[in-house]
C-alpha cells in the first residue's frame, strides 16, 4: 500500500459538497486515512472568479501513480469539471502531491507535484496532516516550505467546514 497525499480544490456549484463528494468517490479505490481542515483561498493566475475551497487528505492505496491519476481526473470529469483553460474555475481538482517518496515525470503526470512548494493554499493544509514530510528533491520539510512559501494571507480557515471525522462513514 503507497502513502499519498492529494490536494482538492472546489470553486463553483456547491464547493463544500464537492469536496465531500470527491472524497466519498476517492474511497472507493483508496483508504481516506486523514483530512486537513477546510481552507478558503484567492484564485491563482486567473483572478476573475469565486474563491475556492481547498484542503488536503492522506490515502493509501494499491493503485500505480499512473493508475491513481487516471481514476483522479475520472473522478474530475463524472463530477462534472470540463477542460478549459490553465487555471479556470472548476467543480473539483484533485492533484497527486506525493506518493510515497516516489519521484515521477512522464509526459502526462510530475510526483511530487511540480508546483505544491509555491502554493500556500496547498502546503498550509498540507503542513497541518503532514509537517514532517520530506520533499524527496528539494529536501525540505513541508513546514519548512510552508514557512517560507508567499501568498500565507490569502489562505483563511473555513468556517462552514464539514464534520472531517465522519467523512466517507467512519471515524478519522
Do not use: W
Amino acid at each position: 500500500m503507497a502513502t499519498v497525499y492529494l490536494g482538492l480544490g472546489s470553486n463553483l456549484g456547491k464547493r463544500e459538497e464537492n469536496l465531500r463528494h470527491a472524497l466519498t468517490l476517492l474511497s472507493h479505490k483508496a483508504e481516506v486515512e486523514e483530512l486537513s481542515a477546510i481552507y478558503e483561498t484567492e484564485p491563482v493566475g486567473y483572478k476573475e472568479q469565486p474563491l475556492f475551497l481547498n484542503m488536503v487528505c492522506r490515502i493509501t492505496t494499491n493503485l500505480s501513480p499512473e493508475e491513481l491519476y487516471r481514476f483522479a481526473k475520472d473522478v474530475e470529469i463524472k463530477m462534472g469539471r470540463v477542460p478549459s483553460f490553465p487555471n479556470a474555475p472548476r467543480v473539483i481538482d484533485i492533484d497527486i502531491l506525493f506518493y510515497d517518496d516516489r519521484i515521477v515525470e512522464t509526459k502526462d503526470l510530475t510526483i511530487p507535484h511540480p508546483r505544491l512548494h509555491k502554493r500556500a493554499f496547498v502546503l498550509i493544509p498540507l503542513a497541518e496532516i503532514a509537517p514532517d514530510l520530506v520533499h524527496p528533491k528539494l529536501r525540505q520539510s513541508v513546514a519548512q516550505l510552508c514557512k517560507a512559501v508567499k501568498g500565507q494571507k490569502g489562505v483563511r480557515k473555513y468556517t462552514g467546514g464539514f464534520n472531517v471525522s465522519a467523512i466517507c462513514g467512519r471515524t478519522l
